[in-house]
């Protein structure tokens, strides 16, 4: 008992071949000693299945595990306390592998099973709350809140409201307000769960922590994401201080900071934290580890953000060359990764390649999680905008129906991912001329935002695309007052956050339509400035808010400076995205028409034969992009003649 205790320690240090060397060995001499049917041999075994399990071999995990489950089955009946945990730990390993299904129907099984424990029995709790936790994953959130609400009524009754049950499981309902935009029932109850459980608990106990680490993910979801963070950031050194800094909590809680640092345009502090946690990882845990290539997926999204994408397609075909019987493709690690893929050939100009992947990733997840899952429909928005990369609007729009009607019958009209289905149809139908049924559908999912979820991250996102629509439609007041109101909200955030610098620029395009040209002048250069300061010279937020800047210029006839940014925005491209990236040939196109427009027909004509060359090579003839290329081009020469 004593070598299964510290294998499981080692493998909660990262300490993974010792963990499994130990693990095997326990099992061994167990089995000489007692017998393959003893008790004690039986938890060995689970012990190593969920170390399988923990370390991504789904395959060897669910075997083992079910070798157990008929030995107990055998041995003791199906109404033994040992089946029904066994039971619970299969449940847990098919969760972890993306296999929703079967861990759903084992754990409604079991649910049925332990009702003769009676509902406060640790088992029945256990079960009702992975039960939760699987209506979660697949986005099932009112089934979701209505069984945690049901569990919670049960222990307060009987084990009262200090309990650590009790206390998780308002953290969970909390969560749950949050993602359905109930901002004010999540802040509250959250608020008053952490204070109690530090109160009672104390603020280095894990429950502690796990129910901080649930403050701040509604903190994060309701756009206070300073407070979010600082709690990440105070669990992190708290995990360092107790666990030390390979500890596989301690590397996780590293990657979620490093992730809240980029959302928050700090770069520089994201990509060394999360480096030194992969570097952990790898020499703890291994390469091939789940948690190691979650930290690479990280770590890939973030290069990818930040214009490197060569590096971001390195990382990422790593993670899926990872050995298939390890994690298999269904994996949801496996299937974001894919999904990342398919938008880095996408963003790269092989749409076609890119729609291929895509449509694979999208039955792959229609087959693993079912339709309805909310994975499944991000793989059907990513699948959508590329049919739209390549000019296949009514595909695209066909795409986009669906998934709306999947997420009205799944999520409810007033969930928040029902809204932006609803406007990511707007869009669509304003791109085919649709106006009046685009700004129709737009105006109703802002003003149900603005209702249900308030002016949180989402309703913002839609009212900048309302704004963008009125733009669209000369309805320049209309759109100032959105993108105005937009700005007010995000000023909370801090001068120099994304949002507010996105939130900025917006504004300053719209004083320049509207004539305000010093006005428009003097916000983007403020915006171009902060952005290179926080975000880093090559971020793509920085290069489009220089091509902004520069397009201002132009229209004020100074050329020599639009030029000289748009030289620069070019080298940044061809330093990180190579030189026949379809974002360098767009930069390309821009210093093309800089060049002819001061006089230079020559170099403008020679720049532009070389965009069209490899634009043809790489794209297609017939791509939206090289059409466009092609019509820049005449255009010069057209002039020319």
Known sequence: MIMDDVARAY????????????????????????????????????????????????????????????????????????????MYDLARIYGTHGLEKESLDTLGNLLELSATLGESHALTLMVMTSISNAYK??????????????????????????????????????????SQGKAKEALELGQKTAELSTHQLGEKHPVTSCILGGLARIYDLMGSEILSLNIQETRLH??????????????QQMGVVASAYERQGRGKDAVPLLTEALSAAKSQLGEAHPDTLALMERLARIHQDRGHELRAFEMLYEILNTPRHRLGEGHPLMLRVSNNISHLYNRRGRGEKAVELQKHTLKTARRQLGNHHPDTLRCMDNLAEMFLGLGKESESLKVLEDAL??????????HPGYLRAMSSVAQAYNRQGHVNDALRIQVNAVEAAKAILGLGRTTLMLMVVLADMKRSQGLERECLDEL??????????????????????????????????????????????????????DHQSTLTFLWGLADFYHQQGLEKASLDILETVLQSKKGNLGDEHPSTLMAMD?????????????????????????????????????LMFLSSQAVIYRQQS
């Open 238 to 251: 708290a995990y360092m201080h107790q666990l030390g800094n390979k500890h596989v909590e301690t590397l």
């Open 405 to 414: 009607e999947i997420t009205r019958f799944t999520f409810g009209d007033g």
């Open 137 to 178: 994953r697949q986005g099932w959130e009112k089934l979701e809140l209505e069984l945690q609400l049901k569990t919670l009524q049960i222990t307060e009754i009987h084990l009262g409201k200090e309990h650590i049950h009790t206390l998780s499981t308002n953290i969970a309902i909390a969560e749950c307000f949050a």
């Open 484 to 537: 105005q109101a937009v700005l007010q909200k995000t000023n909370k955030l801090g001068n120099e956050h994304p949002r507010t610098l996105m939130a900025m620029a917006d504004v300053a395009q719209a004083y320049y339509r509207q004539g305000r040209v010093s006005d428009a002048l003097e916000l983007q250069e403020r915006v171009v400035g902060v952005s290179k300061e926080r975000l880093g010279n």
């Open 11 to 86: 493998s909660r240090q990262g300490r993974m071949q010792e963990s499994f060397k130990l693990h095997v060995k326990t099992v061994d001499i167990s089995e000489r000693r007692f017998g393959r049917g003893h008790p004690s041999t039986l938890l060995f075994l689970g012990d190593l299945a969920l170390f399988y399990s923990n370390s991504g071999w789904a395959q060897k995990a669910l075997t083992l595990q079910a070798k157990r489950l008929k030995f107990i089955e055998r041995q003791y009946g199906i109404m033994h306390p040992n089946r029904l945990l066994c």
């Open 590 to 626: 821009d210093v093309a028409r800089a060049y002819y427009r001061q006089g230079r027909a020559k170099d403008a004509l020679e720049l532009q034969e070389q965009i069209v060359s490899v634009s043809k090579r790489r794209l297609g003839s017939q791509h939206p992009k090289t």
